[in-house]
C-alpha cells in the first residue's frame, strides 16, 4: 500500500471512529432530544482543542467482538482539550455504542484519562450517558466500574472532577458521579437511581416514573445529590465552563485571579438599610451577596436544595472566593440536617481547592424537634463544625443579624480558626434570643410581677440592649471590628489581601474521621 493509500485508510477509519454506533443510532439519540458524544465534547471545550486518545480501541470481549468490530472507540469518547485556554481532560459516554454501556475496554479508557488528569494535575470532566454495566461482558465490566471508582477517590481533593449527567445512570453508573466534586444534570433527559422504576415496582410495590424517582429536579431539590441543573444540555455545558473558572488545575493551585474594574472601594449604601427593625422580620441575604461581588456575579451552588443556607462562587477584587451563608428569607435561615450537610461539603470544597470562605451570619440555631433529631441534626450540625475547624484557606465572617448559641460557634468563629470576624451594628451575638433567654433567667421576676407579660417584655427589652448586640463580642475580641454595612465589600478585600499569604496546618495524620 503506498503511503497516499494508507493516510486515507487513516481517514477512512477516523470517519468510522467519529460516527460511534452508526447513523440509525446517532438519529435515535437526537430523537430523544440527546447529543451525541461528540457534540457535546464540542459544547464543552474551547473551540477545535480536543485532541482525541484511544480512538481506534475496540471491545475484546469475545460474546460481542464480531459485533464491536467496527464500533472504533467502544462507547467512549476520551481525550483532553482546553477550557478557557486552560487543560482539562475528558470523556464522554457514546450511547450510539450499546446504549453507552461500560464494558472492560470503555474501563480502560477512562482510567487512562484519569490517571493522565491526576498525572499533570488538570480538571476532568465525566460526561455519563450509559445503560450502565456492559451486561454482554459481566465481571469484567463490574472490575472496570470498580477501578474508576478508585480513581475517583485517589485523586478527590487533588484534581477538580466534574460530571455531567446527560441521559441515564443506573446502577453503578450513579457512583463515579457521586464520587466528584461538582454534578450537573439537565430536566427530562437524564436520570439517576440506583435501581430503576420496575425494580421499584417488584421490591417495593410503588409506582414511580424515572423523572419522579431519579429525574434532574429530584436531584436538585430532595436528595441534593446534583448541583446544577438546566433545560438542556447547550446551558448545562455552558454552565460547567463557567464553573471552571472558579477552580484551580489541582490542589496545589490557586483558583485563576482575573482582574475586573468593579472598583475595591465600591460604597453600598442601601446595605445600611437592608437588615429590618423587627428582628423576626425576614431578608434576602443574597441581595447582600450581590451587592458585595465583583459585578453582582454570584454563581450559586445546590440553589434549590436546603435554601435555607446559600452557598456558591463569586469574586471579590478578581479573587475566587467561596460564599456561606444563613438565608433568612428561608425558615429564618435556621440551620437544619440538609442545610448543615450542603455547608460542610462546600466547605470541604473549597478547602482542597484553596478557595477562600467568606461567610454572611444570620441565624437564629439549629432546628429543634423530633424530625431533625432523629435524623440526626447533631451529626449533620458536627459536619459543618468539621469543615470550618479543618480549613485551612483564609476564613472571614460577616454578622449581619442573629449569630446565636451553638450557630454562632458554628459559623466560622474565631474559636474555629476564622481569621476576621466582622459584626454589622445590627448583629445580635449572645448564647441565645432575647425572648427564650428572658424566659429562663427571669422566671421568677416575671412570675412575681403584677403583670407578667409587661414584664416580660419589658424584660426582653432589657436583655436586648445589654447582650443583643456586637459590642459585648467585639469588647472581648470576639469580634474583630464593627463596620458600617454599606463598606463591607472594601473590607472584605482588605482583609482578603491581608491574608493573601495566610499558612495554617492542621496536625499530621492518616486522615481525619468527619462524622458521616
Ligand atoms: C448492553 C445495553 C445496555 C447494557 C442498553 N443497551 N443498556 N447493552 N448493556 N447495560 C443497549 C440496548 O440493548 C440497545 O441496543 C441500546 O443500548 C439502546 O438502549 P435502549 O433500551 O433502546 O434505550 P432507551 O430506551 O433510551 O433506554 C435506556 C436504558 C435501558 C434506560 C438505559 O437501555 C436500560 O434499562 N438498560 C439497562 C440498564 C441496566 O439495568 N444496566 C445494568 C445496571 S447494573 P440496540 O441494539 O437495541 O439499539 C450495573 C451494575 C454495576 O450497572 C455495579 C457497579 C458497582
Redesign the pocket.
Known sequence: MNKERKILELKEKQELAKMGGGQK?IDKQHQ?GKLTARERISLLLDENSFEELDMFRVSNNEANSAETAHMYGDGIVTGYGTIHGRLVFVYSFD?TV??G?LSQVVAEKVVKIQQMAAKVGAPIVGINDS??????EGVD??AG??SIFLNNVLYSGVIPQISAVVG?A????V?SPALTDFIFMVRSTSFMFLT?PKIVKAVNHEDVTADELGGADVHASRSGITHFTYDDEQTLFAGIRTLMKYLPQNNTEEPPVIPNDDPVDRIEPDLNYIVPDNANKPYDMKEVILKVLDNGEFVEVQEAFAPNVVIGFGELNGRVVGVVANQPKHLAGVLDCNASSKAARFIRTCDCFNIPLITFEDVPGFMPGTVQEFNGIIKHGAKMLYAYAEATVPKITVITRKAYGGAFCVMNSKHLRGDISYAWPSAEIAVMGPEGASQIIYAKEVQDAENPEEKLQEKIQEYRDKFANPYVAAGKGIIDEVIEPKVTRYKLIKALEMLQNKRDTNPPKKHGNIPL
Do not use: E, M, N, W
Not at 445503560?131 to 454482554?136: E, F, L
Not at 443506573?170 to 453508573?173: E, I, K, Q
Open positions: 443510532q430523544k450511547f450499546f446504549g454501556s445503560g450502565g454495566a456492559r451486561i454482554q465490566s463490574l466500574y470498580t441515564p443506573a446502577g453503578g453508573a457512583y430503576g
